[in-house]
């Protein structure tokens, strides 16, 4: 039951939403190398930011690394395969993928990501959860990840940004202290 909820909803975002609008937005962003964006903005910010600003980029790169083994770990433990490579009639909107599919990357690194920043400047929460969220329902909507692949990775971005932080917090109190 679990396996025919999960196709359902995978082809609502792959065939039902299509649209040729959301195709070439999707194929736009999709052309910009994310990470080469991360470690620019974090450069940029390590060079000209203050000690906070500064602090929050290493705890974004370091939570950033540690989601990225941490995703492709569990991925060849599951070895589960893309939809595309198990269901008939998928779209792919940007042609298949290798890899496995459990759980999807993007969505483990954008909400990794968007924990760390909500958890550090509180006032930007929604806007950086909404991006990972739009992140996360690309990857059915491009074929290439089932929901379940979705929510596990967004589950293990938000727990993997959320310790990394309180870790990172922790410490940076103690410094303060001494």
């Known amino acids: 039951m679990f396996s025919s909820i999960n196709e359902a909803i995978f082809f609502f975002f792959n065939d039902k939403l299509a649209n040729p609008v959301c195709d070439a937005v999707i194929k736009f962003f999709m052309q910009i190398p994310g990470e080469l964006v991360i470690v620019l903005i974090g450069a940029v910010a390590l060079l000209a930011g203050k000690r906070y600003m500064r602090f929050t980029v290493l705890i974004l790169l370091s939570s950033f690394v540690i989601s990225k083994y941490a995703y492709k770990a569990v991925k060849l433990f599951v070895k589960k395969p893309r939809p595309f490579e198990t269901l008939e009639g998928v779209r792919l909107l940007l042609g298949p993928h290798g890899g496995f599919s459990f759980p999807s990357g993007h969505a483990t690194t954008s909400f990794c990501l ?27 909507y491009v074929g290439v990840h089932y929901p379940s692949d979705i929510l596990a990775g967004s589950l293990l971005g938000m727990l993997i940004g959320y310790l990394v932080t309180t870790i990172a917090n922790k410490c940076e109190r103690e410094q303060d202290i001494r």
Do not use: D, E, K
């Open 114 to 140: 968007a924990a760390v920043i909500a958890m550090r400047y509180p006032r930007v929460r929604y806007p950086v959860f909404i991006a990972a969220i739009l992140v996360a329902l690309s990857r059915p």
